[in-house]
Structures are given as C-alpha cells and as structure tokens.
C-alpha cells in the first residue's frame, strides 16, 4: 500500500474508533487545508455523509475567503454547521491590538467552551499535526481534557498501538487527532490525488502565499510563486521555511504555543 | 516511497535527542526558523547550541535539559521516508517510552561509551523485547569521550548481547558513534579507526518497512455498523487475508454464514480490499453484528476462549492487586477479565524474578499471567496475526498494563 493510501486508512481507522465510542462528537472546521483534509476523509469513514455537526469557531477576523469558501461547502456538501463565536469577548472589544494571548484566549479557546458547554459534545475531531509545530508533536490521538480544558501534558494516558483511551469521569471532552501522524507535503499531496478544494489564499497571487490561515490580522504570506496544487507540492520539497512561519501565535514568546495549548487552544 | 517507523530509546542523557537533532541536521531536514529558534533559546539559557531543543519543546524540558513526553519527527533519505519516536529516557516515564515504542517498525539503542549500560538501557531493551519488535540496532555514543578506544566499544558490545540472549532480543548492527561530533551518524568516519561496518543512516536504510504477516487467514474485526439509506454497513478494517465481493464468509462469535454483496468504499466500491484497508462491507443475508465480532473466512476454526497465557507490563502507580476487575480490549473486541494467576513477576531492569505465584503487580513490573476472560475472545499469537496477539488492560477507564499473548 502506497504511503498517502495507508495514512488514508489510519486516519479513517481513528475517526471510526471515536464515533464507535461517542455518538455525541463534532469535528472543528476552521477552513483551512488540515481541517477541509479532515472532513474529506470524515466523509469517506462514514460512506458520503458527516453523522455529526461541524463547528467553525469564529473570531469575525477571519478572512473574507473562509467565510466565502465555508458558506459555498456547508451548502454543497450539506453540512450541519455550528458557527460558534465569543460574543461577548467581542462586545467587550478583545482584538489582537490589545494582546494577542488574551485574543486567542477568548476569541478561540473561550469560544470553543462555551460551545461544547452548550452542546455537550464529549469528543471532538481536530486536525492537528505533529509536524507543525514541537508542542503538538508531544500529543496524543485520543487526547483528554479536564472540566478546566486543561491539557495535563505531563501526565498524558499511555496509548499503545491502535487502542485509544476510553473517557473517564474526570474527563470533560476527548480530543481526537486523525491528522496527527500526516505532514504538511501529505496533506498537499493528497488534495492533489483527491482533488480536494481548498481556499484561493494558498494559491500565490503577486509572488506570495500563505502556507497555514487564520485571522487575518495573525497571518503573514511568504514569499511563493506556487499558484496551483502542483506547484505547491514542489515548493514544499525544497523549502526551508517553516509552515506557521506566518503564525504571530508561535512567535510572541517561546513557550507562548504550550501556554495556548495546556490552557485549551487547538 | 515506503515510509519506516523507528524508535530511539536508552537511558536518560545518553544522547537520544541529541542524535536525532544530528541526523535532521545532516540530512538537511531543518527549516532556517528552525535553527534560529534552537540558536535563541540554547543562547537564553546560557548554554550552547542544543540539538535536543529540536524536540523538546515543553518549558519543562529544555529547561531541565530532560525528554518528558515522546514525540514524532520525520525526515527522507534518497531510499524512503522516516518517522522517528524520540522516547524519553527517564524511569517516571516509561508508560511515555512504550507509547512510542509500540509505534515503531524498528528500534535504535543508544549507550553512552562513558557511562555504560544502565538501569534504563536495560528496561529500554526488554520492552522492546515485550512490544515484539524484531529490528534493533544498538548504537555506542559519546565514544569521542573515551578517546575512540576499540576495548571500550568491544567490551560493552559483548555485555549487551549477553542481555539481549537473556531477553530473546536479536540486534542487526552495533555501531560506535558520536552524535554530538556526527561521526558514524550520517556519514561513515574516519576517528573509530577499528570500525568496518556501516554509518547509523546506511544501517537504517538497510532495515526492512513492516515485515510481511506470516499468515493470509482472513480476520476482519468489526469496528461499527451503520445504517446509511436502508443499508446496513458493517465497517472495520481488513488485518490480514484478502476480502471480495461475492465471497462467504462467516462472522464469529455467533458463527452465522453469509456473502459480501458489496465492498463499500466512498466515493465508489471495490471489487477486493486488502490488509490495512478501512472497508464496510454489506451482507446477502440479513444477519446481525456488532463491534467486536469477527469475519473471516466460511471454514475458519478461528479459536474463542476465555482462558490463555501472556506477557504484560503494569503501567500504573496504582498497584495492581488480584481478583481486581479489569477490562481486556484485544482489537475491537472488549470484555471485563481478571488476572487468574500471576505466574511470575519479574523487574523490567534486572531480569530478577521478584515473585512467583505473586499476589499484586506494582507500576512497572513485568509479569507472566493467566487473564481469564468474562465472553470467549479470539486470540492469535502475536507473530501470526499482531493485532489480535496484542492488548491492553483497563481498569476504571485507564489504560493500566500491555500484554502479548504467549500462549492459547
């Protein structure tokens, strides 16, 4: 079996093994390729339909492209869309210019607890990698959270071969991690077998690109002429820039990535 | 391009990460941001340019200059891809080093030259043993620090294989290195002037990707069964034999017989599926499944029982003390058990045997025991079919011990 086939049936394996666990789960869909990757092998698990809500946790920063591209795909591959945002972190004006830790915080992390307080999910999918960044590379592919969100990355369950943890009473929601063991040139390489669509900003217009999306204002592109799928997969075979260079969240402070994630953040 | 999995284990500062930090940088796998990060942070904290920052990334562990938790990596060479488990080397935690090893297609030993061989080391070496890895390669570092003195290397080379035989764990190469200077790393070198043998890189690449199953019986364990439009789609993945449209097959424990309509795959069905596959499958007949049966072939005199033999490992601070309710998961399947008998428990390090006929199982021991099974399941031997050779034990939702069946 080819590398892009077995990373294809792992994934699907993983999203089965939650599901047969939780019927009550939702699969975060911020747009971006990892997580359009995600829903596209969600599909493929469940024979052509998504048994479960898709949630995009909204900052209203996002760019114009994702909100397009989400609307245009929830309609076309009929979605059962949940838009969760921190309205009243929004009402109170929280925006990057007054902290960026505290914006994610409460635009992103907050948000997402108050939606699963609402729904009640007790898993969700996340499409997450290892490689894109040292603190997710610690994670595991079931991964529990407590009723603070707290990752308690120092004390994770073992997980030995396929058998993922089953939730216990302390645990307030599992993450799941289909995506966990792809990297980046994967993901491009299988949007390109799978004919995947993706968002225009990955696509470089005036000899630049992003490599990984966001909020608008937290997104920098790099510099690229690789305007179509092919192109991109060849780019990454070279390159020496790293994916979330872009990223101001891995840049304030070194350790600001495992403040964000111990605290919640995807 | 085939991918192979390894692990790095040993024990605690005799220079797993660091080699991994070599041999990312030798093979040109580091983006620039990358390095400027290691530069900045080794620089922060008054040290100099650390490799081993390259993976470990907690504030915990850099600062303490430790591997807490394992981690993942990956890298190419011209033959194929690599994922590496860097595992921590440190005794609080192992149950993060087994989660890695039990990942790995292949596993690299790691022995300081100075230091010897270690509590750890041999911990490390008998799990591997445990987990069945068949492909080591044991790797002599820090040989720089003994001036590259051929007796040092020969002498702890001759006392590892003795505790490999012991442990029944067979070991491909050993190889005299440095990973902080890169000699025998990536490239052969020129300072362990009595070596004759391969570089680490040319080691690994002679390594084979997951060995072939020995066996071609069919086992297809159910995961979970859907209903999508009026069909009923039993989904699961194939583990090994072949499954095609048409064929009869039987599905245990209730031994009913029927035939595969269709292979169901999105966006379009197959007409056979093959080891690894994720497939549902939809049947002739009518016949009712559930998570944990099994399907395999129509004359198939796959075993159920409720009594067998294994190797586990106890994984928990919390003492293990018979007549305890566990809950075995072996593959999809899943029943409350209990250790019958602890035949012998021994210490993962020395090899002693700290008790037989033992009432009680502590964080870290390893045990011969007896698990007796509430419902019959279908067990194999781990070098037939793994995935039903294997399991895990679970006590209050924690996962608490591994094992490896040893005898039906």
């Not at chain 2, 559930?290 to 005199?301: N, P, V």
């Not at chain 2, 293990?320 to 035949?343: G, M, Y």
Request: hydrophobic residues 35%.
């Amino acid at each position: 079996m080819d590398h892009l086939s077995s990373l294809e049936n792992q994934s699907i394996f993983i999203i089965r093994e939650a599901y047969a666990q939780f019927r009550n789960v939702a699969m975060l869909w911020s747009i971006g390729k990892d997580s359009t990757t995600l829903m596209w092998l969600i599909r493929k698990a469940f024979f052509g339909h998504i048994p479960f809500p898709v949630m995009h946790i909204d900052t209203n920063h996002k760019f114009k492209e994702i909100y397009e591209f989400r609307d245009k795909y929830a309609k076309q591959w009929n979605l059962n869309l949940i838009v969760a945002k921190n309205q009243q972190a929004l009402d109170r004006g929280v925006c990057p210019e007054k902290g960026k830790l505290q914006c994610c915080t409460e635009l992103k992390t907050n948000a997402l607890k108050q939606a699963i307080d609402k729904y009640k999910f007790r898993a969700l999918y996340l499409a997450i990698r290892r490689d894109e960044h040292g603190i997710r590379a610690k994670e595991r592919v079931f991964s529990p959270r407590d009723e603070d969100f707290e990752w308690d990355y120092k004390n994770q369950p073992p997980e030995l071969w396929d058998q993922y943890k089953t939730q216990s009473k302390e645990d307030e929601h599992l993450r799941v991690h289909p995506l966990l063991g792809w990297r980046e040139i994967d993901v491009w390489e299988y949007i390109l077998r799978e004919n995947i669509p993706m968002v225009t900003l990955y696509f470089a217009k005036k000899g630049r690109r992003f490599r990984s999306i966001g909020c608008e204002c937290c997104c920098n592109p790099v510099d690229s002429e690789a305007d179509t799928i092919e192109k991109i997969v060849d780019e990454l075979k070279t390159t020496k820039v790293a994916e979330r260079s872009g990223r101001a969240q891995d840049k304030e402070s070194a350790y600001m990535m495992q403040k964000l994630r111990s605290l919640g953040y995807m | 391009m085939e991918t192979l999995t390894f692990v790095i284990v040993g024990h605690i500062d005799h220079g797993k990460s660091t080699l991994i930090g070599r041999l990312l940088y030798d093979t040109n796998s580091l983006s620039g941001d990358k390095i400027d990060e290691i530069k900045k942070t080794s620089k922060d904290l008054g040290r100099q340019t650390e490799f081993a920052y390259l993976l470990d990334h907690l504030e915990e562990e850099r600062q303490q200059g430790i591997t807490i938790e394992t981690t993942q990596v990956f890298f190419n060479t011209d033959k194929r891809k690599y994922v590496i488990i860097d595992a921590p080397g440190h005794v609080e935690f192992v149950k993060n080093m087994i989660t890695g090893a039990s990942h790995a297609e292949a596993a690299v030993l790691i022995i300081d030259a100075k230091e010897g061989v270690k509590q750890q080391t041999k911990r490390h070496a008998y799990i591997l043993s445990l987990l069945g890895i068949k492909q080591v390669i044991t790797l002599i570092n820090k040989l720089d620090l003994t001036g590259y003195e051929q007796k040092v290397f020969d002498s702890l080379v001759e006392e590892i294989s003795i505790f490999f035989k012991t442990i029944g764990l067979s070991c491909s190469y050993f190889i005299p290195c440095s990973a902080l200077s890169g000699e025998n790393i990536v490239q052969k070198g020129q300072k362990a002037v009595f070596y004759q043998g391969p570089s680490f890189l040319e080691a690994l690449d002679s390594l084979e990707s997951r060995p072939k199953l020995s066996s071609a019986e069919l086992i297809f364990p159910v995961q979970d069964v859907y209903k999508n439009n009026d069909k009923r789609i039993i989904a699961g993945r194939l583990e090994s034999g072949k499954l095609c449209q048409g064929q009869h097959i039987k599905i245990m424990p209730h031994e009913q017989v029927t035939s595969i309509t269709a292979i169901e795959k999105f966006p379009g069905n197959i007409a056979c599926a093959q080891p690894g596959e994720s497939i549902g499958i939809t049947t002739a007949d009518s016949v009712f499944s559930d998570r944990g049966d099994i399907i395999c072939a129509k004359d198939s005199r796959l075993q159920f029982q409720n009594v067998f033999s294994a190797n586990i490992i106890w994984l928990s601070k919390r003492n293990f003390l018979k007549d305890e309710k566990l809950t075995i998961k072996c593959s999809t399947q899943s029943t409350p058990c209990k250790i019958s008998r602890i035949i012998k428990k021994i210490d993962s390090s020395t090899l002693e045997v700290i008790k037989e006929d033992a009432q009680d199982l502590k964080n870290l021991e390893v045990a011969t025991v007896e698990i007796q099974t509430k419902k019959p399941i279908a067990i194999k031997n781990f070098d037939d079919i793994q995935e039903l050779g294997r399991f895990v034990l679970v006590r209050d939702e924690n996962t608490c011990a591994g094992g490896i069946v040893t005898s039906l």
